[in-house]
């Protein structure tokens, strides 16, 4: 079992600059892809980015390319999201999971991929 807990969420004014963390405990951290997941009120929550096991292979909404960047340290095992010229529409709850894979590279892309979640961290962005 993986525990994870966000942190790094805040207040911030658009163009500006947060990094988001996803410490995990348990086991194996090098066996799961990780992904970030954000959840706007009243909206459903959507994919924003997700690493392999490895840290080789990434992907990223369209939405969030060339802003944002994830990356992962299996040492410390952590995942982080550095967000970059952030815009009032980035504001949501922000979330990491953990998606069970020790046997391939993957990246998961949809929600039900992922079998452990944090709690989420809040990231608003004002005008």
């Known amino acids: 079992q993986v525990q994870l807990v966000e942190s790094g969420g805040g207040l911030v004014q658009a163009g500006g600059s947060l990094r988001l963390s996803c410490a995990a405990s348990?086991?194996?951290?090098?066996?799961?892809?990780m992904g970030w997941f954000r959840q706007a009120p009243g909206k459903e929550r959507e994919f924003v980015a997700a690493i392999s096991r490895s840290g080789g292979i990434t992907s990223y909404a369209n939405s969030v390319k060339d802003r944002f960047t994830i990356s992962r340290d299996n040492a410390k095992n952590t995942v982080y999201l550095q967000m970059n010229s952030l815009k009032p529409e980035d504001t949501a709850v922000y979330s990491c999971?953990?998606?069970?894979?020790?046997?391939?590279?993957?990246?998961?892309?949809?929600?039900?991929?992922?079998?452990?979640w944090g709690q989420g961290t809040q990231v608003t962005v004002y005008s």
């Open positions: 348990g086991r194996i951290f090098s066996s799961y892809g």
């Open positions: 999971g953990a998606d069970w894979n020790p046997y391939s590279d993957y990246v998961g892309r949809r929600e039900s991929e992922y079998d452990y």
